[in-house]
Every structure is written in structure tokens, then in C-alpha cells.
């Protein structure tokens, strides 16, 4: 059947918004490395940024292999749990998906891994990283893909298989940032605090990262991606809503930058004044991190909230990551980048966030195109009943059970085989030149270290005899 020139040019911008977004989400990667590379002593800092070139190329490979099939693989033998087709994308492009839809699901896939590895920094052996990042990318996170994305999955919202809702994850607080915030509990608390993390008393020892400025590059590139992440989410712009003159996708796309925006600026603000107030001064760190943490909580519910949310949603994540911050020094937990305070945190907020406060107007238009006459649970204290958020608990439960199960053994797996942490003289020298011949600056004056790789091993020589 001849397709008609209306329907081609609005298939080919469909197509270009969505490729738009993927290369927006790609660039977070960039972003993750900025920020990370930033967030570490400059002895590590060639170590973390080799880490996130390894999660993307990695996590490309096991995407294309496996990752997508298991996520969106819905065929004949289609069920809520698992895919069972594309394997290595047979069969694409077909009816439902092509390869730019693949490609912007990719460009998350390899966030989720480069979100684990903040989280075991400066003592990680290199061969853990490509182990974990090739079966997170390629079938934790898939799996869970599934279960909310793929119009089969069990908590998918438009199969309204559960609660009769779903749950409202639109651009992944749970599927993306609570998966890798909790892996990277798992690998954190296995591999222990780093040395000198914590003194002979257990209180804390400062360990700043050693250039502010590639933290805040890395945070603004990441706000620039997350336009992509999360206004990228509804796939397809031109999709008109009926019985309304001017609005369809392209209006909830606007909103969600809007409430993005809102929900990690307030987040950010909120951060550097209750920082202030707790350690007396103003610190961009903390405020770079308290801004991440408002987008991870606006995403799940960004399309689905009116702004004035958006701001309450903001600061009650400021306040979560700075109780969690507090509560993990307390237990000793040692994680460089925060990431699973921030990313698991701020994540499992987002979701019951949006189990309270997702406006049942806009639920209708983003999961079914504006339709009139339906009727689906929204937010709790807007008036829309218990369905939702309870949908919104059972992810959030789900999710944690899941990726313990899995990443759980596999770290412990790689830590008894002695493949997770690197010995202590290696992390007191820097993974830079314990492990890839030299550093990523020709010195640095405040740390003590061998300038060489040809000194390191001299230094090694000595200490074995």
C-alpha cells in the first residue's frame, strides 16, 4: 500500500526528533566523563575517563547482541518478564521499531553502566569493568526495560496490566537511574571504603575531586543531554491530540524541558543553601551534584507533571541526597561520586513523586494520545486513587529485588576470584599508573606519587624484594 506524502514527511520528522534526542543522550557521555574525571584524585583521573570510553563500547556491543531482544523482543512469543526476538536486530526494522529507535534505547543502555562505575572509583581492577558493564548493559537493565517499556511488560502503562495503570516511569527514575544507582551499592559496599576513606575512629576523611572545572563542564553537558533523555522519551512530535486545536506530543515536549528545568535548578538551589547551613560554606561540588539529583527525580514523572511540581519535586531530592550523604558517612559507605545516593536515592523518590502528583489530563495525553473518554489512575493527591502509586511502590521494589539478585553475586563473584579491587600499594599509587603506564597530566603538585611508569615499577621492585 503507497504510503501518502503527508505520512512520509511526518514519519521523517518523527524520525529526525527521535535521532535528535539519541545524539543528545549520547552526549551525556561526555558529560559522565567530564564529571567523573573531575570527581576523582588526579592519580585516577586517565583510569575513570578510559572506564567511561569501556562502558560505552562495551555496553554497545552487548545492547546490539542481546540488550535489545530481551527488552523489546516482543514476538510470537511475546510475555511480561522477557523478549524473545531481535537478537542482534533480526528482523529490524519492522512495524513497531527501526534502528534509530534502537539506537536512541542504546545511548541509555550505556548510561546505566557508566552510572555503576561512579560509584567503585579509584579501586577497581579494569578487567571488573568489562565483566559488569557487558552483563548489566546486555541484561540487568533489558530485563527491567521489558517489565515498564515494552508494551508487554507487566508494569508497562499501556498495557494497564497492573492496578489497571502501570507504572509511570517515562524516562527511566527507576529503569535507568535506580538500576544503576543500586549496582553500584552492591560493588561499593563489597569492595569496602577506599584507603584513608575513613580514619582508625571511622570518621571521615576528605577525599575532594581535584578539578571543580571538569565537574561543572560535566554537569552542564549532562543538563544539555538530559533535554534528550526526557523530552526525547515520547519517541515520535507530531502526534496530535484529538478534540483540541493546537495541541499534541509537541506540547508535552515543551512542558517536560520546562519541568525538567524547574525540578533541577530548585534541586540545585536547594543543595547549596542547605550545604551552606550544614558546613558553612558555598561549595559548586555539592550544587552540581544537588542539580543532577533533581533531574534524576523529575524523569520519572517530567511528562506527566505540571511545573508547580516540578519545584516541589526539586527540593524534597535536594533534601533526600543530603540526608543519604549524611547517612552513608555515618555507616562508613564509601562511594566517590555519590552515585548511589544520587542516582538510587533521588531515583526511588522520583518514582513515588510521581505517584503523587501526575495530573490526570496529562497521564491521558501521553499514554493514550489524549483520547477521550478514558479514565486511569493518576496522582494520589490530586484525587486519582491509590492505583498508581501503589504500581509506582512495586517498581520501585521490584527493581531493588532485581538488580541485588543479579549484581549482588556478581560482584561477590569477581571480588572472591580477586578480580574486583586492586591491591593497596596499586590504589595508594594511582590506577594511573598502576594500570595504564602513566597519568592523564604530566604532574600534579598536591599528590605524592611516581612521575613514571618506569619509577612505579622501580618502587614495585623494591617492595617485592
Not at 107 to 125: K, L, M, N, P
Not at 210 to 238: D, E, Q, R
Amino acid at each position: 500500500m503507497e504510503v501518502s506524502w503527508e505520512q512520509s514527511v511526518t514519519d521523517s520528522i518523527n524520525t529526525i526528533y527521535l535521532l535528535f534526542s539519541a545524539y543528545l543522550v549520547f552526549m551525556m557521555q561526555l558529560g559522565f566523563a567530564m564529571l567523573c574525571a573531575g570527581s576523582v584524585r588526579a592519580k585516577n583521573a586517565m583510569n575513570i575517563m578510559l572506564t567511561n570510553v569501556v562502558d560505552a563500547v562495551v555496553g554497545s556491543i552487548s545492547y546490539y547482541l542481546f540488550g535489545f531482544a530481551f527488552a523489546f523482543g516482543d514476538g510470537a512469543n511475546s510475555n511480561p518478564f522477557i523478549g524473545t526476538t531481535f537478537f542482534a536486530l533480526k528482523d529490524i526494522p519492522d512495524t513497531s521499531y527501526d534502528y534509530s529507535y534502537f539506537l536512541y534505547q542504546w545511548a541509555f543502555a550505556i548510561a546505566v553502566a557508566g552510572i555503576t562505575s561512579g560509584s567503585i572509583a579509584e579501586r577497581t581492577q579494569f578487567s571488573a569493568y568489562l565483566v559488569f558493564s557487558f552483563f548489566l548493559s546486555g541484561f540487568v537493565y533489558p530485563i527491567v526495560v521489558h517489565w515498564v517499556w515494552s508494551s508487554s511488560g507487566w508494569l508497562s502503562p499501556s498495557s494497564e496490566t497492573l492496578f489497571g495503570s502501570g507504572a509511570i516511569d517515562f524516562a527511566g527514575s527507576g529503569v535507568v537511574h535506580l538500576v544503576g544507582g543500586i549496582a553500584g551499592l552492591w560493588g561499593s559496599f563489597i569492595q569496602g571504603p577506599r584507603v584513608g576513606r575513613f580514619d582508625a575512629f571511622g570518621k571521615p576523611v576528605p577525599m575532594r575531586g581535584h578539578n571543580a572545572t571538569l565537574v561543572v563542564l560535566g554537569t552542564f553537558l549532562l543538563w544539555f543531554g538530559w533535554f534528550g533523555f526526557n523530552p526525547g522519551s515520547f519517541g515520535k512530535i507530531l502526534v496530535a491530540y484529538p478534540n483540541t486545536t493546537s495541541q499534541g506530543n509537541w506540547t508535552g515536549v515543551g512542558r517536560t524541558a520546562v519541568t525538567t528545568t524547574l525540578a533541577g535548578s530548585t534541586a540545585g538551589l536547594t543543595t547549596l543553601f542547605g550545604r551552606r547551613l550544614l558546613v558553612g560554606h558555598w561549595d559548586a561540588l555539592d550544587a552540581c551534584n544537588g542539580l543532577l539529583g533533581g533531574f534524576v527525580a523529575i524523569t520519572s514523572g517530567c511528562s506527566v507533571v505540571e511545573p508547580w511540581a516540578a519545584i516541589v519535586c526539586g527540593f524534597c531530592a535536594a533534601w533526600v541526597l543530603i540526608g543519604l550523604n549524611i547517612l552513608a558517612l555515618k555507616l562508613q559507605f564509601d562511594d566517590p561520586l555519590e552515585a548511589t545516593q544520587l542516582h538510587g536515592g533521588c531515583g526511588a523518590w522520583g518514582l513515588i513523586f510521581t505517584g503523587l502528583f501526575a495530573k490526570k489530563e496529562f497521564v491521558i495525553q501521553v499514554y493514550n494520545s489524549g483520547a477521550a473518554g478514558v479514565v486511569r489512575p493518576y496522582g494520589l493527591l490530586l484525587g486519582g486513587g491509590w492505583g498508581l502509586i501503589g504500581c509506582q511502590v512495586v517498581e520501585l521494589l521490584v527493581i531493588v529485588g532485581w538488580v541485588s539478585i543479579t549484581m549482588g553475586p556478581v560482584f561477590f563473584a569477581l571480588d572472591k576470584l580477586k578480580m574486583f579491587r586492586i591491591s593497596i600499594d596499586d590504589e595508594v599509587a594511582g590506577l594511573d599508573i598502576s594500570s595504564h603506564g602513566g597519568y592523564a597530566y604530566a604532574a600534579h603538585p598536591q599528590e605524592n606519587h611516581p612521575l613514571f611508569y618506569s619509577d612505579y615499577m622501580g618502587i614495585q621492585g623494591l617492595n617485592d624484594s
